[in-house]
Nanobody, 123 residues
Framework: QVQLVESGGGLVQTGGSLRLACAASGRTFSSYVMGWFRQTPGKERDFVASISWGGSNTYYADSVKGRFTISRDNAKNTVYLQMNSLRPEDTAVYYC????????????????WGQGTQVTVSS
């Protein structure tokens, strides 16, 4: 069982940066693939980024590639999402998620979810 708590969301201007963090409970954090997803009202939750258990493999949605960076610190049981060059279309609730196995982009493959943190980018 893994419990996830996101933090770091907020209001930022276009072109600004934010760093989200997701703290996980449990002793086996390092064995989980971690992912970030985002959701806007009335839409499905979309894949943003994922990272392998050791951190050596990362994957990104095309819309964030080159602007966002996912990383993890297994000693701190925390995964991060550094978001740079933010745009109004990045406005969403951001969720972190965990799963066993390989990094994948489908939200249905993730077993554990945080409560989400709001990111708002003003134009």
């Amino acid at each position: 069982q893994v419990q996830l708590v996101e933090s770091g969301g907020g209001l930022v201007q276009t072109g600004g940066s934010l760093r989200l963090a997701c703290a996980a409970s449990g002793r086996t954090f390092s064995s989980y693939v971690m992912g970030w997803f985002r959701q806007t009202p009335g839409k499905e939750r979309d894949f943003v980024a994922s990272i392998s258990w050791g951190g050596s493999n990362t994957y990104y949605a095309d819309s964030v590639k080159g602007r966002f960076t996912i990383s993890r610190d297994n000693a701190k049981n925390t995964v991060y999402l550094q978001m740079n060059s933010l745009r109004p279309e990045d406005t969403a609730v951001y969720y972190c998620a965990a799963r066993s196995g390989r990094p994948v982009t489908s939200m249905s493959a993730y077993n554990y979810w945080g409560q989400g943190t709001q990111v708002t980018v003003s134009s």
